[in-house]
């Protein structure tokens, strides 16, 4: 049986590290399981993609479609039409696709329509409901056309069957992206800057800002910078800057001296940072996930999530998009009644091993 793996952009490496780890192990035992790594090229910058695949182990993709920066339907077609080409040339027998990328959605709908390819959603059946976002839009247009809903959450499984997906499509397995961060765990690396900004565990922030909502517009960005230097007391708020948000910070410029803007960092070096934090800030679904199983207090600038049980359960919570709503949050934090969270049912690092044998199961194979 041949699989193929898509990745396109940042968070996607992280969820597929642990799923090609999984099949290489069925194969080895001799299960008849073959995979091809697409990378689609939406993230190519070293910082955004390279380093990710060095850390994570992860091997050299075997096709890289090379699609690129460009508008939403620009970045789509490419993907599609390179996609596309691969499956006409060489078909697979199942594509497995995760979260909710541009190129999560592209590679479903082109693997879907060349002789109805399997399509296997990772972190399927999540949604904000908000549908100004892109990923929202690749989430529902994804999970229309899956064959097989690997989850996260009974949330997820729920947000399934109201759309009348049958329970034996829905394989409620947890998160891949925490069989990374545990397997990673012990190899996070403390950044060469730790000491030259005089950094100390639980007495910094890091923050992470890359949603349109948030980032595209000069004066939202702005006061959203100045509250939370503001808000922070004087500690170093460590700030690893996305490509999309440099590009505005150039336009605006950036104040507040306790504010270190750096560029984008490596996985173990991001979470060595978050782990010793005292807060993270960010408007990113999966530092969510990581904050909660890492037991960090996380606020989150948006005013939805798709990620419910990292509010019910774990250590994060809504602040909202209004800037006004930063000072009392930070206050929160400060007086030390953040909540103290717990982890969510499954995400306990085994994950891609449960999905793995699910496929195996699905399609019948047999150890030789
Ligand atoms: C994408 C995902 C988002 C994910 C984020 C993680 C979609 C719709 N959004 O958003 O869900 O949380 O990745 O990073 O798929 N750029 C570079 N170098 C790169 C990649 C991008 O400079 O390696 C620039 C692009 O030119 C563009 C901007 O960053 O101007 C945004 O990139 P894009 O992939 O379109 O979306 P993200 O905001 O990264």
């Not at 008849?32 to 090229?41: A, E, F, I, K, S």
């Not at 774990?314 to 103290?340: H, R, Y």
Request: glycine letters at 8%; hydrophobic letters at 40%.
């Amino acid at each position: 049986m041949l699989i193929d793996i898509i990745a396109g952009a940042r968070p996607n490496f992280i969820k597929i590290a642990p799923i090609i780890a999984a099949i290489e192990e069925q194969s080895k035992e001799g299960v008849d399981m073959q995979y091809r790594l697409v990378h689609t090229g939406q993230h190519y910058d070293k910082k955004m993609s390279g380093d990710f695949f060095e850390q994570l182990n992860i091997p050299a993709p075997h096709y890289n479609l090379e699609a690129g920066s460009g508008t939403q339907a620009e970045q789509t077609g490419k993907i599609m039409i390179g996609y596309e080409q691969l499956l006409l040339a060489q078909p697979c027998d199942l594509c497995i696709v995760v979260g909710d990328v541009t190129s999560t959605m592209a590679c479903a709908i082109a693997a879907k329509k060349v002789n109805n390819i399997k399509v296997a959603h990772v972190e399927g059946g999540i949604r904000s409901g908000d549908l100004t976002m892109p990923e929202e839009i690749n989430r529902i247009v994804t999970d229309s056309i899956t064959d097989y809903f690997f989850t996260t959450s009974e949330v997820a499984n729920e947000n399934l069957r109201k759309a009348g997906v049958g329970n034996d499509k829905i394989f409620f397995v947890g998160n891949t992206m925490i069989d990374t961060l545990y397997q990673q765990m012990p190899h996070f690396i403390k950044p060469a800057f730790w000491d030259n900004y005089n950094l100390k565990d639980r007495q910094y922030i890091v923050m992470t800002l890359h949603r349109p909502n948030n980032v595209d517009n000069k004066e939202i960005l702005k006061e959203i910078l100045h509250e939370i230097v503001k808000a922070s007391n004087g500690l170093p708020v460590i700030f690893p800057v996305h490509p999309r948000t440099s590009k505005m910070l150039d336009v605006i410029g950036i104040e507040g001296s306790n504010l270190l803007k750096i560029d984008p960092l490596s996985y173990l070096e991001f979470n060595y940072l978050v782990k010793n934090s005292k807060a993270v800030i960010t408007d990113s679904g999966g530092i969510t996930e990581e904050a909660t199983v890492l037991g960090v207090p996380c606020m989150t600038l948006r005013d939805s999530t798709e990620r419910p049980e990292t509010c019910t359960i774990g250590t994060n919570e809504l602040i909202g998009t209004d800037p006004v709503n930063i000072g009392p949050a930070f206050a929160k934090l400060f007086s030390g009644a953040w909540k103290k969270g717990s982890i969510p049912e499954l995400w306990d690092g085994k994950t891609a091993g449960r999905i793995v044998s699910r496929i195996a199961d699905i399609f019948g194979l047999h150890k030789l």
